[in-house]
């Protein structure tokens, strides 16, 4: 089993689901990523926009205050950044400061100016399965065949970048767990991974406390209550050649993880 990458998430926001509010600070932010840093995180994933369900969308302004020092300060100390955003304008001004990866959770649906900023750049490009802004999504989630559609509509994503100037090897896929879908359909993605982890693209999984995975807890536990579900699926997901989980629970799923390769091997199952 080769292991994945470990994203370790890093939410400068107000409302994330998960730990909105708690790393609008600077230093505080710089604190707790180098403390995933520790904990094995490979990469930090920097967002300053939340796309929970329902969420409305902060100004460009305001996304790149939040995010722009705290990844300064991570790249001189040399951490590996993705940066997640929608705008071309935040990745372009993330490009110069170096991250290394652009997570745009829209597949360039978002701004059409994403592709062309990323193509001349030297980041690689994480295009997730995405059919509207949060507000919206929830009015979205209808499939006959939730894998099909979700490649499919990713695939031409992915097509229109290559079209604009990012080369395939540049290209990670992420199926957008959460993302105009409901329960069902995350499982069924789930179930299916390797419908994705099969074509030419490295594959980020992205289920990291997530709300369909509230029905593993005890109801009305917090969301930290799901890293335990998380690490079974990054452990499942590794087993399918995930290239990458993001997570917020650094240290469960890398432990996670080398429990597996020990129990596991080279052995796929």
Known sequence: MAAPLVFGVLNVTSDSFSDGGKFLDTARAVDHALELVAAGADVIDIGGESTRPGAERVDATLEQKRVLPVIEKLIAQGVAISLDTMRATTAQLGINLGVAYINDVSGGKADSEMFCTVAASKADYIAMH????????????????????????????????QSQGIDAGRI????GFGFAKESEHNWQ????IEVFTKQPHRVLVGVSRKRFLAAT??????????????HAISVYAATKNAWAVRVHDVAGTVAAL?????LIGDQHV
Not at 189 to 192: I, Q, V
Request: charged content about 25%.
């Open 217 to 230: 807890v005890a109801e009305g536990s917090p969301v930290e209550a799901r890293d335990m579900a998380t």
């Open 172 to 175: 990670v896929i992420d199926p």
């Open 189 to 192: 993605l789930l179930r299916e």
């Open 130 to 161: 995405w059919r509207g802004h949060s507000n919206v999504m929830n009015s979205l989630s209808h499939y006959d065949n939730v894998s099909a559609e979700v490649l499919s509509e990713l695939m031409q994503q992915v097509d229109l970048a």
């Open 258 to 262: 080398k429990v597996a390769a020990e």
